[in-house]
């Protein structure tokens, strides 16, 4: 199994939605990296024909905790934490596509299910 972090709320979605980055995004710090669709420019095709043969969940996340940084100031984690966001673990069955800034995987379990809750770094708290 691959281990891959994110961060996401209980039903195991991510804070990158439509409408919801408002809440938290802050305007200090560098932007974050590209999204995964900018990135992946077949992401779409990739995901569609996994579907198709498999089923399962899709997900973005990094590939050591310390990535999170990359992604979040420590204002937006704080923010995040208040929204009852979390840093989890999860082992994930294939990594789809991977950057220097993120990896696409593909789980058999939802992603809310049998997953650890980790501490976020400590800079990201501080």
Known sequence: MIKVW???GRNG????APGFSRKWCDDRG???PP????EFPDLNRIVANKRMLHGGHFGCGV?????IERWL?????????KLRFQLVRMDVDEILAQSANQVVFWRSRPLRESI?????PALVTA
Do not use: M, N, S
Request: with cysteine; hydrophobic share 25%; net charge neutral.
């Open 6 to 8: 994110r961060v996401q």
């Open 13 to 16: 979605r991510g804070p990158y």
């Open 30 to 32: 560098p932007p974050p």
């Open 116 to 120: 650890q809750i980790v501490p976020f």
């Open 35 to 38: 999204t995964c669709f900018e």
């Open 63 to 67: 590939l050591a905790p310390e990535d």
């Open 73 to 81: 100031t420590p204002t937006e984690c704080r923010k995040l934490l």
